[in-house]
């Protein structure tokens, strides 16, 4: 099995930066690809990043291109996002996922979950 644990989330103004944290942690050996997602309240889930675990290869939503960017650290089996002019239509819950196999966009892809931190952006 492997956990996750999100953290960075909060309130900014439209413009500012945050940056999240997802921490695997048990079987992180069998982890291929991390990724994020975001749900907005009456929403579904969608797409923003994934990385390999291998740290090789990014993707990005065409939403964020150019504002978010995913990196790992490899001592601290840590996926990072960080997102720089951030705007209300970003605001939505913030999950880290992990798959064993290959993955990218789809959530049914992703074989485990973390519970998600909240970022609110305000105008």
């Known amino acids: 099995q492997v956990q996750l644990v999100e953290s960075g989330g909060g309130l900014v103004q439209a413009g500012e930066s945050l940056r999240l944290s997802c921490e695997a942690s048990?079987?992180?050996?069998?982890?291929?690809?991390v990724g994020w997602f975001r749900q907005a309240p009456g929403k579904e889930r969608q797409f923003v990043a994934t990385?390999?675990?291998?740290?090789?290869?990014?993707n990005y939503a065409d939403s964020v291109k150019g504002r978010f960017t995913i990196s790992k650290d490899y001592s601290k089996n840590t996926v990072y996002l960080q997102m720089n002019s951030l705007n209300p239509e970003d605001t939505a819950d913030y999950y880290c996922?992990?798959?064993?196999?290959?993955?990218?966009?789809?959530?049914?892809?992703?074989?485990?979950w973390g519970q998600g931190t909240q970022v609110t952006v305000s105008s």
């Open positions: 996922a992990a798959s064993r196999t290959w993955a990218m966009t789809s959530a049914n892809q992703y074989n485990y």
């Open positions: 048990g079987r992180t050996l069998s982890i291929y690809k």
């Open positions: 990385i390999n675990w291998s740290g090789s290869t990014t």
